[in-house]
């Protein structure tokens, strides 16, 4: 298991930076007076809001974006690193990330989609992160319980989830270290050294807005690196807005049914439990995941997911 972060306590300050794309103030602002109506201290990154456009609206150049999560990484006042949103970009930062001062003393990086980057390279490093929503959903209508499990872990609660049945599940009983994040940034990793080690591990998915031959092509990448080889057991989280909305009666849904069929069979000649519909990903009922720790999973009639 890695290395968890010590817990949060009132007045504890929580950095919020825009490593990937670029925000709008009114879009954080809900998130913003949660994290003050919870007993923390929200604390600005300089670059937060500031844009920078070269093909994609980024929070900033790379520079700047290296500055602001270094600074939150390593800053003794700061206790959590909370991501305003995702969109494209961690790549750009990690061979300039510095955990100096972080190794001393961890904190919670929280955060999805973009950064299972980031996530993945604090894996490699030894630390736990939390796979959660960002701030900038929070004015989307998600859903309460998202963002108050998350603070849960912020506080020293581990999650402990129980789901009903899917046709697509695998039954079994594992236990392992948790990886993963959005499916894309997962491929996009493979062949680096950035890339999560999978042997032993139980991997997890998600993904938004891919056409059902692009989810194959991933899938079918990770099977040729042989991932599905090495790892003992698979969760697949929201797979929304598959394919074409004009021809995807399902596309709104959290958990697309011919998503999930496509990634069953990828994986049918092996044998690992497996659990489709895990409420976590680009979804409104968004429950945090703990990379890095160990999980205990039992896929029966039910499922139950425990850290």
Known sequence: MKIFPRSLKKGDKIAIISPAGSVEPTQ????????????????????????????????????????????????????????????????????????????????????????????????????ASIHGQTIKTSSFGVTEDSYDLLFDILKGKRPKYSLGSNQFNRKGNIEGELIGGNLALIYALLGTKYSFDFKDKILFIEDISENFYALDRMMMSLELAGVFKKIKGLIVGGMTNMGDEKDNKQYEESFDEFANKLISERIAKYNFPTVFGFPNGHIKDNRPLIIGSQVKIKVNDKVKVEF
């Not at 954080?28 to 300089?46: A, Y």
């Not at 991501?83 to 300039?96: F, I, M, P, T």
């Not at 961890?106 to 630390?127: A, E, H, M, R």
Request: one cysteine or more.
């Open 28 to 127: 954080l602002e809900k998130g913003i007076d949660m994290i003050r109506s919870k007993g923390f201290e929200p604390v600005l990154g300089e670059h937060l809001y500031t844009k920078f456009s070269n093909g994609y609206n980024y929070a900033g150049t790379e520079g700047q974006r290296l500055k602001d999560i270094n600074w939150a990484l390593n800053d003794s006042e700061i206790s959590a690193v909370w991501a305003s949103r995702g969109g494209y970009g961690c790549q750009h930062l990690v061979e300039g990330l510095n955990l100096k001062e972080f190794t001393k003393d961890p904190k919670w990086y929280i955060g999805y989609s973009d950064n299972t980057v980031i996530q993945s390279y604090l894996f490699k490093k030894g630390f």
